[in-house]
């Protein structure tokens, strides 16, 4: 087993596209090796620790919503304009992040995971935004997969 | 006065009305929706340890894992909407089980601690105290930007006394009333009141918010 915080091509993907896109966040939830529960194992431009306590609820805010219909979300002007409640968004909440983009990251064509990237403003992310994101998650699919196949997991 | 006492019966009335509608779908939700995605599941775990076929074997896996989740999500939305430990077990387990609920979805550590020897309460007077700490530690997540929490449950013959401090931003008390979350503390007010108890708030700038709550027994 290995933390996704401890494999260094995880981190250069993630670093990598906070400089490209230039957001403040960047994050990655995975489903847990046992269970359903998702997580937040990986978060950079963090203010705090919380995000490594949170378990994203299947279908609730954005990251339960993409792991249940498996396509991709975007925030524009976090509180306004949200479906839902404020408090079904806790990352957003959590990291004071006012907008947001997310994509599934699939295993098995399952989506087991979530990448997201946000920022501390209001923020529309071009579709360039949109296709480095997608081309970052297609990468972290390729590395978490040799990764737990050669490894036997993560947590 | 008789006006305002007409107007608290009515208060309570529809608060107590409105909490025995959510007990119900909470129930329904749990022994009805619940126990029926639990057969489901049972079922095709019969069916999946049968099959050969590999496809057919992983998609009824992700089929199961779906299902799991679903549970998982009924259970969570049936004891948010109504705490099944506060008729069950009273209100201390139930502030205990969603304390857990709360730091897994907000991230934010909350400290309890009840001193004294906890007492029985009317269910219509524990589930008004839950519902005002479940407003105040909601109102935390939303707005006091902190990572933890302190409760402090106090238990003497006669009355029960809650303190709720969160280490947060805090704000001025004066502009309660241009706050975002003043009709949140005003509805924790009166639902005490109606209780014939009493939340007050006292806040400061950059050292936090102090809910202190307290219930005659």
């Known amino acids: 087993m290995t933390e996704i915080k401890g494999i260094s091509q995880v981190?250069?993907?993630?670093?990598?596209?906070?400089?490209?896109?230039?957001?403040?966040?960047?994050?990655?939830?995975?489903?847990?090796?046992?269970?359903?529960?998702?997580?937040?194992?990986?978060?950079?431009?963090?203010?705090?620790?919380?995000?490594?306590?949170?378990?994203?609820?299947?279908?609730?805010?954005?990251?339960?919503?993409?792991?249940?219909?498996?396509?991709?979300?975007m925030l524009i002007d976090f509180p306004n304009d949200i479906y839902g409640k404020v408090t079904d968004h806790p990352i957003m909440l959590a990291e004071k992040l006012v907008s947001c983009y997310a994509v599934p990251i699939f295993f098995n064509s399952s989506p087991k995971g979530v990448l997201l990237v946000g920022k501390r403003e209001k923020y529309t992310f071009s579709e360039d935004d949109q296709e480095m994101v997608q081309d970052a998650a297609l990468e972290l699919e390729q590395i978490l997969q040799n990764q737990i196949l050669?490894?036997?997991?993560y947590v | 006065m008789e006006y305002s006492a007409t107007r608290n019966q009515m208060s309570s009335y529809i608060i107590q009305a409105q909490e025995e509608e959510i007990k119900r779908i909470s129930l329904e939700l749990h022994e009805g929706v619940g126990q029926n995605l639990f057969s489901i599941?049972?079922?095709?775990?019969?069916?999946?340890?049968?099959?050969?076929?590999?496809?057919?074997k992983n998609h009824?896996?992700?089929?199961?894992?779906?299902?799991?989740?679903?549970?998982?999500?009924?259970?969570?939305?049936?004891?948010?909407?109504?705490?099944?430990?506060?008729?069950?077990?009273?209100?201390?387990?139930?502030?205990?089980s969603?304390?857990?609920?709360?730091?897994?979805?907000?991230?934010?550590?909350v400290e309890l601690s009840s001193i004294g020897e906890e007492k029985p309460i009317l269910e219509q007077n524990s589930i008004a105290v839950f519902r005002v700490c479940q407003e105040a530690l909601t109102n935390i997540a939303k707005y006091a930007d902190t990572s933890n929490v302190r409760i402090d449950l106090k238990w003497s013959n006669s009355k029960l006394k809650i303190s709720i401090f969160d280490f947060g931003r805090g704000f001025q008390i004066e502009d309660l009333e241009k706050n975002p979350y003043s009709l949140g503390i005003a509805t924790m007010k009166e639902r005490m009141l109606l209780t014939g108890g009493q939340?007050?708030?006292?806040?400061?700038?950059?050292?936090?918010?102090?809910?202190?709550?307290?219930?005659?027994?």
């Open chain 2, 60 to 96: 009824l896996h992700e089929m199961t894992q779906l299902i799991e989740k679903t549970m998982q999500e009924i259970r969570l939305l049936s004891v948010e909407l109504y705490p099944p430990a506060l008729t069950a077990l009273g209100l201390l387990p139930a502030i205990k």
């Open chain 1, 11 to 73: 981190n250069e993907v993630c670093e990598g596209l906070k400089k490209r896109i230039g957001c403040e966040f960047v994050a990655l939830a995975l489903q847990n090796e046992v269970g359903p529960d998702v997580r937040w194992h990986y978060a950079s431009g963090n203010l705090n620790d919380k995000y490594k306590r949170i378990t994203v609820r299947f279908g609730k805010g954005i990251a339960g919503k993409i792991i249940s219909s498996g396509s991709p979300m």
């Open chain 1, 150 to 153: 050669g490894l036997g997991g």
């Open chain 2, 199 to 217: 939340c007050e708030i006292s806040s400061k700038i950059g050292e936090g918010t102090s809910i202190e709550i307290s219930l005659p027994i």
């Open chain 2, 98 to 109: 969603y304390i857990k609920v709360y730091t897994s979805t907000f991230g934010i550590v």
């Open chain 2, 41 to 56: 599941l049972t079922g095709l775990k019969v069916v999946e340890s049968g099959i050969k076929e590999d496809h057919v």
